[in-house]
């Protein structure tokens, strides 16, 4: 049976693919006990999955593999030099020494690793392989994952998606019994995890993992109709893990008759019986080929044990958090329109969609509806179904989904329909588009579009302000602009951005505020706040909607003129420098936002400004926001919750005289 299917040649670079990651497994145990690796995930009697799959696909094919997966890196023929020094963390691995063992991704050999969050990396494949999709290259995603890890939220995401829009991918679950020391069984309930692609509409299979030929014949198949078909398979290879979680875990809470049970079915004594029996080889050739790439690796695994350690320094390190991002200069153009916050997002957009094929815009009701703000009307029309795309309801899914977009050089934009739900979505922002650049250097250009804010009896779902979730993680850009010129080229500058970009649009400025705005494309740059009004006695720092009660509040102010406001207009990275300045002039401070004040931004803007200006201060700073309480529904008792004019008014009176 395995002659008819491919020749003797082939079978044997199957037995040589299958053996390597054993062989260098069996050496990474050696180092481990030594001290040399810190950590490892065992993949022994694994290996069929791995080898048979990616032996079955092509090399421009992107495959997303999970800890155990050595044998993928091995069979896609990665630099041993580089791997080997990226697992024992020295200087020359894949990632400067800032991740371990398998968590990178390589793009020259199309493979994406994973982060620690089981599943994340499912939607992320999703996304690549829409794009491979949309520009017809006929190349599919493999993407693994663990048989616990199913029961993950992405999990069930990634398989709806990649169903509703007939992406080619594959999904492998690598089904080896546990889920750390939790048995199947209380894991879940259906019969056979490939039951579950049944539910989302996707064909799907269950066969024997250990088995390397059933493996790459179901693959060799199934690749080319996933391919030609653009559908995509749900496969459950069954095999078993006979050693520990990780190497310090241990196996106590496994039988050792079943270990030994699964010890026979070991997947390369079985490929080895089958090529004698085959007379495909011997077993002297075995032992020789043994012999031979035994000693292939040695140089290799050399060279890593006698690299140096990384060196770096804090300002290095936090010099790779962000693409370093070079702005487009854009022809000036004199038109300017009278359009209200709402439209300026919307035309910023649309300008962008209009000179740039990589702009595509994703989200729920945004294509025929036109999304519940109406920013996108029009754009199906203009753009097409593939760079306008409704999504099923799934933040997490989406927002994975943008990231492979992002690896395949596309440019997405992600709506929230209210910036309250991206909280379903937290994982794949605070962890896989934050940290990619920073772990294996590639750039994650994707924005985030987040219609924010209270004052509109939305209650405590459709009215948070959120900002804050986000400046506290390293490789996330926030903006928030105040007016409809500052948010049209800010966004134009997110949408440039080579980084992940948070944009917060309140919802109360959509159709309250309107302004002259030039009709052409240009770019504000993040991070650099603007003065609203010159003056010398105060200096309030806000942003958003906070500008707007800034100037309401000092309307009645005897002598307002010597008031100055500034609108950050970017949180990270914000104007230090313009506030310092600032405040070296006016020796006062006052910031008003309107989230709530405990570890609100205002919290790190008075911090700066105490350690920074310290000496230039003629009062305590003085912090505005709301009230810490979720916002409540009733208009009558949200109103109590922010600062409005009136009490702003006072406290600034009280600065002042203070
Ligand atoms: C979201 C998340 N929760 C918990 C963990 C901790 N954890 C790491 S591996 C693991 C078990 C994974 O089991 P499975 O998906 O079956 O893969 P296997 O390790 O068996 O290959 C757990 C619970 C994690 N990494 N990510």
């Known amino acids: 049976m395995v002659k008819s299917k491919i020749t003797n040649k082939q079978l044997v670079t199957l037995y040589h693919q299958i053996l390597l990651p054993r062989l260098i497994e069996e050496r990474m145990l050696l180092l481990l006990r030594q001290g040399k690796i810190t950590k490892w995930f065992s993949g022994i009697g694994q290996e069929a999955i791995s080898v048979g799959i990616t032996s ?35 200087k020359g691995g894949f990632t400067k020494s800032r991740e371990r063992s398998f968590h990178f991704g390589n793009l020259d050999y199309n493979l994406i690793g994973m982060i620690s969050h089981l599943a994340a990396m499912l939607p992320v494949a999703c996304g690549v392989s829409y794009i491979e999709k949309i520009t017809k290259t006929n190349n599919i995603a493999v993407a693994f994952v663990g048989d616990g890890a199913t029961s993950e939220g992405d999990f069930h995401e990634a398989l ?109 004594a079985l490929f080895e019986k089958q090529l004698i029996k085959d007379k495909v080889i011997n077993k002297n050739d075995i032992k020789n080929i043994k012999n031979e790439l035994s000693e292939s690796f040695a140089k290799d695994l050399a ?6 350690l990384e060196v770096t320094d804090p300002i290095n390190e936090l010099k790779d958090v962000f693409k370093p991002c070079t702005s487009i200069k854009y022809p000036s153009n004199k038109k300017v329109k009278k359009i209200r916050f709402v439209d300026a997002i919307s035309d910023a957009i649309y300008k962008k969609m209009k000179s740039d094929k990589l702009v595509l815009m994703m989200g729920q009701d945004i294509a025929e509806y036109g999304g519940v703000f109406k920013i996108s009307k029009g ?137 002259n705005v030039s009709d052409g494309l240009y770019s504000l740059e993040i991070g650099k706040g603007s003065v609203v009004q010159d003056g010398k006695d105060l200096t309030i ?5 906070g500008v707007h009660w800034a100037l309401e509040a000092i309307k009645a102010i005897p002598n307002n003129k010597a008031i100055e406001i500034i609108d950050l207009r970017s949180l990270i990275p914000w104007d230090k420098d313009l506030v310092l300045q600032s405040i070296q002039k006016t020796g006062r401070a006052m910031i008003i936002h309107e989230a709530t004040i405990t570890s609100g931004f205002g919290a790190e803007i008075a911090a700066t400004i105490s350690n920074e200006a310290f000496e230039y201060l003629d009062a305590p700073v003085v912090r505005i926001g709301s009230l810490d309480t979720p916002t409540p529904f009733a208009p009558h008792i949200e109103k109590q919750i922010f600062w409005n004019k009136d009490t702003i008014h006072k406290q600034i009176l009280d600065l002042l005289n203070y």
Not at 79 to 87: A, E, G, I, P, Y
């Open 379 to 515: 754009f199906l029309e203009e753009f097409g179904p593939d760079r306008v795309k409704n999504t099923p309801i799934i933040e997490s899914g989406i927002i994975g989904a943008a990231m492979g977009m992002a690896l395949k050089g596309y440019k997405p934009i992600v709506e929230m329909q209210f910036a309250d739900f991206v909280s379903c979505g937290f994982n794949q922002i605070v962890n896989n588009l934050a940290k990619t650049h920073y772990r294996w250097d590639e750039s994650i250009n994707v924005t985030v579009r987040m219609p924010t804010g209270g004052g509109m009896g939305a209650g405590p779902f459709h009215s948070q302000n959120i900002e804050s979730w986000f400046t506290h993680v390293p490789g996330l850009k926030v903006v928030y602009p105040s007016n409809p010129i500052d948010a049209k080229g800010l966004l134009v500058a997110s949408i440039d951005d080579p980084n992940p970009v948070l944009f917060f649009e309140h919802k109360g400025l959509y159709r309250s505020l309107k302004s």
């Open 160 to 268: 709806n998606l990649a169903a509703v829009w007939n992406l080619p991918i594959i999904f492998v679950i690598e089904n080896n019994g546990y889920g750390l020391s939790t048995p199947n069984s209380q894991q879940y309930a259906c019969k056979q995890l490939s039951d579950r692609g049944i539910g989302y509409g996707i064909e799907s299979m269950t066969i024997d993992g250990n088995n390397l030929m059933e493996v790459y014949n179901t693959f060799k198949s199934i690749s080319e109709k996933c391919r030609k078909n653009k559908t995509p398979f749900l496969v459950e290879a069954l095999t078993f893990r006979i050693r520990g979680h990780e190497e310090a875990s241990g196996v106590d809470y496994v039988s050792p008759a079943l270990i030994d049970k699964w010890k026979k079915k070991d997947p390369i």
């Open 303 to 308: 060279f890593a044990l006698n690299a140096p």
């Open 56 to 90: 079955a696909i092509n090399k421009t094919d992107s495959l997303f593999p999970m800890h155990r997966n050595l044998g993928v890196f091995t069979t896609r023929d990665i630099d041993l030099k580089k791997l080997f020094c990226q697992l024992m963390g020295k």
């Open 541 to 545: 720092v806000t942003y958003g909607l």
